[in-house]
């Protein structure tokens, strides 16, 4: 069965980069959410077996759907790859401490955010 990736940005543009990339691996059933809400809304639906998410979104920023996710006695197993505009060190170590696996800043090349999914899956 494939692996279920949930991919969490609120920018179409970005989010179909993520998508297409992911999709050139094949192997993987990508669901998107335009946002933190819908993402918390969607967990329980399809069960990820990894997160993407951006920081900067409306409603429910990115830092708290890694929380929520790494807090979740169902979901805390589930590595979470965070995709950003926010490169200080200081937004890479809270990303980290609140349990994201990998921190990626954006622009990134889909080649890296390949790499860390394979390491992670």
Request: proline share 6%; charged share 30%.
């Amino acid at each position: 069965m494939a692996k279920r990736i949930l991919v969490v940005e609120d920018s179409p543009m970005t989010r179909s980069l993520i998508v297409s990339s992911l999709e050139e691996m094949g192997d993987y059933t990508v669901i998107e959410a335009a946002n933190g809400f819908e993402a918390l809304r969607k967990l329980p639906e399809v069960s990820p077996d990894l997160v993407i998410t951006d920081i900067n979104m409306p409603d429910i920023n990115g830092l708290e759907v890694v929380r929520f996710v790494k807090q979740s006695e169902n979901f805390m197993h589930v590595p979470v790859i965070i995709v950003t505009t926010e490169g200080r060190d200081v937004d890479r170590e809270r990303g980290l401490r609140l349990g994201a696996d990998r921190y990626l800043i954006k622009p990134f090349e889909p080649d890296e955010l390949q790499k860390f999914v394979r390491e992670l899956l």
